[in-house]
């Protein structure tokens, strides 16, 4: 494998884009981040240090500024591209539309504009499930018809339709490669590194792990009827260590596949109710999670679960952690760190 080749980590101080780096340096890459920081903090790449011995090259930059983005591409022999930086809020794209648009898919049009410059064509994108809106059926494949709900889906399926069409013209020398994460949670083990949301927190495993803490009193429980086992919402929950090793094993097929543009779920397959999360979070703390059932949030879906067979097939890659590992790693980090970033011990 290709040892010591560098790739642009857009995006790498966050939460997702951190425990990549770890991977890629496990791997032997090395990443290369760029990050703004409007939603992460340098410190995580002081613990991506802590835990792999190695200091990746890190510059802070915003994707949106073409001229400092060349910069790092002159200074650096990049290989591929794997582009993380975004703005991930459902609720708060609704409000900050223009916003959402000019950040995920104008940043992502400078990026894709200056790798041509460099002649670097190979590149993982971060897609999201969301882009399947309400599916008519679960388990989910990759053909299912798309179909967004609000600002955020749109610039995800907007960026993957661009890419697309990049590959689709004529002599393209494009390799992409777009994974959809169904719902990442979790922790790298070591509890250095985790999920460090702004304020209060919209999802739901961040939110019961700061009811563990005592940051939040107690977690409201968005629906109870819907038609699921326990009327909960179901969703694939997937170990951001597991969601990491997807992205190292496609970036290994990027360097042995020809160009095209290609699709991944990257998920379990299995689905669990908020219920059964709550349950699952209290064994591994031994802590009580105090909760109120809700009505629905807008928006919200029944259930949502991956078919994820063509990243085994293709990749070679599939989830290794369960729930119980998910929760466990998501509570040491919010242990160490019960204000995330901000202040902790080590
Ligand atoms: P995150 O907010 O922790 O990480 C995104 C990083 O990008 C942050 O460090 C932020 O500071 C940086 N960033 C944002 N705009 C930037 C810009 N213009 N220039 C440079 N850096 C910028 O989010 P995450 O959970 O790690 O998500 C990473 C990617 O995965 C995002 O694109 C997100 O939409 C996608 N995704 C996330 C989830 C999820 O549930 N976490 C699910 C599906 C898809
Ligand atoms: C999970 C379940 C809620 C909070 C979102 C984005 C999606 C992707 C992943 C980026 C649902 C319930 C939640 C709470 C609750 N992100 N819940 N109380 O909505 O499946 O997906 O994150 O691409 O695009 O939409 O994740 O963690 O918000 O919710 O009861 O305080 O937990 O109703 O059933 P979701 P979530």
Redesign the pocket.
Known sequence: MPEQQQVLVTGGAGYIGSHVCVSLIEAGFTPVVVDNYSNSHEVALDRVTQITGVRPPVYAVDIRDEQRLGEVFAAHDIKAVMHFAGL?A?GESTTLPLEYHGNNVGGSITLFRVMEQHNVRKLIFSS???VYGDPASVPIKETFPCQVTNP??RT?LIVEDILRDMSAAPDAQWNTTLLR?F?PVGAHESGLIGEDPAGIP????P?IAQVAVGNLPY?????SDYDTRDG??V?DYIHVVDLAAGHVAALEQLFQVAPECRVYNLGTGTGYS?LEVVKAFSEASGLEIPYELAPR?PG?IAQ?FADPELAWEQLGWRTRRDLKQMMEDTWRWQKRNPQGYRTSES
Do not use: E, Q
């Open positions: 991930k459902v999201s499930a969301t955020y889906g995800k994460y719902n919209n999802n739901l495993v939110f977690l409201k429980v968005f629906g909960t919402g969703r908020v949030r919200d949502c």
